[in-house]
């Protein structure tokens, strides 16, 4: 008879929590890798139609931490003023002709597009998924991540992490059913100081929407300490006051 090492034997019976555990760590390492604790940040939104007509949206975003985040429209005029805000898993609207705030959901969209709201205002990925499995793929990791609750927007992630770098390249984004809901795709890596390299364009399409496409263009991104009245619905207003 065959012996089996102690250490195989529970490598053997428990594959997949040692696989959880280091998909985990690279999880965490891209959440570190993709932005500062705390920061401020402005981005351009290109949604674009099956008609290849176009409508852009400038934003003005700050974060704090790990699930906590308000982002701000500067452009198109229509637009200026609207502030969204992320608690967690709640979300708000403050449209400044209303002037109060209402509730939305994370599968929403403000703006239109492909993007919906939880894309716009992400939390940390290790905030909301954990890793079930990590496959090594030569130069790349695929990440199966589950989401922690059932208010994430995406019930499941598959995603594609450098290893040079421990950056995503790209993410599949899947409902309960097992329903492929949108690809995300970053790119351009860009060098924004102070030692923050990642990728400066999102781009994502889904099967749900043929023919339309939404990019995001990340063109500042710097660490900046916010106080925590900034994430209260009563500051929604004077989110410009930050800039």
Avoid at 41 to 63: A, C, H, Q, T, W
Avoid at 202 to 211: C, D, I
Wanted: proline share 5%; hydrophobic share 40%.
């Amino acid at each position: 008879m065959i012996k089996i090492p102690v250490f195989l034997f529970f490598f053997l019976l428990f594959p997949t929590w040692v696989l959880a555990l280091d998909g985990n760590r690279i999880l965490a390492q891209v959440d570190k890798n993709m932005q500062p604790d705390s920061y401020e940040m402005y981005r351009k939104l290109v949604n674009v139609e099956p008609d290849g007509s176009k409508k852009e949206f400038i934003l003005y975003s700050v974060k704090k931490g790990p699930s906590t985040a308000v982002a701000l429209f500067l452009q198109p005029a229509s637009e200026k003023g609207r502030t969204t805000l992320r608690l967690g898993d709640n979300m708000w609207l403050y449209i400044p002709n209303v002037g109060k705030p209402i509730r939305i959901t994370s599968m929403q969209s403000v703006v239109g597009g492909v993007f919906n709201n939880s894309d716009i205002l992400r939390l940390d990925y290790s905030v909301e998924y954990s890793a079930q499995g990590v496959l090594n793929q030569g130069d790349s990791y695929l990440l199966d991540l589950k989401a922690n609750s059932a208010s994430v927007a995406y019930d499941r992630l598959k995603m594609t992490v450098d290893k040079a770098t421990l950056l995503p390249t790209r993410i599949e984004c899947y409902a309960v059913s097992g329903m492929l809901i949108k690809n995300l795709q970053y790119s351009k890596i860009k060098d924004f100081g102070d030692g923050l390299v990642r990728p400066s364009m999102l781009a994502t399409e889904s099967p749900l929407h043929k023919g339309y496409k939404s990019v995001m263009l990340f063109a500042k991104i710097k660490k900046k300490q916010v106080p925590d009245e900034v994430f209260t619905l009563n500051y929604l207003s004077r989110i410009d006051e930050l800039r």
